[in-house]
């Protein structure tokens, strides 16, 4: 059965809406969770590493005031998209690692659809 | 800067047949890899891993893997048309603390019945 659930698994808004998206941990507690952003066609590009209790660790190029990361708890993590445009439209797809240690698999959510009108 | 290499096909194979897919990496220290399918509009699930060298078998499944060469495969034996999805090659940044992936731009593979 699933091991990471995500919420919403679609949303269409208007443009300059603020859009939140969580991701749970299903049984097991997730420390590290991640973000991805995947447009049609291509691979998945890692946003952002979610720490729980700690400052989300963003990669190269990724706005951390557009896309704001919390993970209050070792449970959930959420991301923000503030003031969504157009171009945020994509497939948001979290995971975590269920096992502890290095090495272990990453787990994915069922994803959210973000479309932005 | 870490790679991962994927041909991105399509790979087109009978039903029936063995569909081979080949994933390359840059970095030698790495030493954990994954194999992820995904359905178009889906995410990616995990279908194997393996951390040492040499094959591991789960059904349909083999993932072979030969860190000298920095190469790992993934064969998927008696394909069927549900087979029919991109596959992701996924390795471990051996230099990051928090368990980073580095995925391959993934391979689409089509199992004509």
């Known amino acids: 059965g699933a091991v990471v659930s995500q919420h919403p698994s679609r949303v269409i808004c208007k443009s300059g809406t603020s859009v939140k998206i969580e991701c749970r941990s299903l049984?097991?507690?997730?420390?590290?969770m991640f973000w991805y952003r995947q447009f049609p066609k291509q691979s998945l590009m890692l946003m952002a590493t979610s720490n729980e209790g700690s400052k989300a660790t963003y990669e190269q190029g990724v706005e951390k005031d557009k896309f704001l990361i919390n993970h209050a708890s070792l449970t959930l993590s959420t991301l923000t998209v503030t003031s969504a445009h157009p171009e945020d439209s994509s497939f948001y797809i979290c995971s975590a690692n269920k096992d502890r240690g290095r090495n272990q698999p990453q787990h994915f959510g069922d994803g959210t659809r973000l479309s932005i009108l | 800067q870490k790679e991962v290499e994927q041909n991105s096909g399509p790979l087109s194979v009978p039903e029936g047949a063995i569909a081979s897919l080949n994933c390359t990496y840059s970095d030698r220290g790495s030493q954990s890899f994954f194999w992820y399918r995904q359905y178009s509009g889906k995410s990616p699930e995990l279908i194997m891993f393996i951390y040492s060298n040499g094959d591991k078998e789960d059904g349909r499944f083999t993932a072979q893997l030969n860190k000298a060469s920095q190469y790992v495969s993934l064969l998927i034996r008696d394909s069927q048309p549900s087979d029919s999805a991109t596959y992701l090659c996924?390795?471990?940044?051996?230099?990051?603390?928090?368990?980073?992936?580095?995925f391959g731009q993934g391979t689409e593979l089509s199992v004509k019945p």
């Open positions: 049984d097991f507690q997730a420390t590290t």
């Open positions: 996924a390795v471990y940044d051996f230099y990051n603390q928090g368990g980073k992936l580095i």
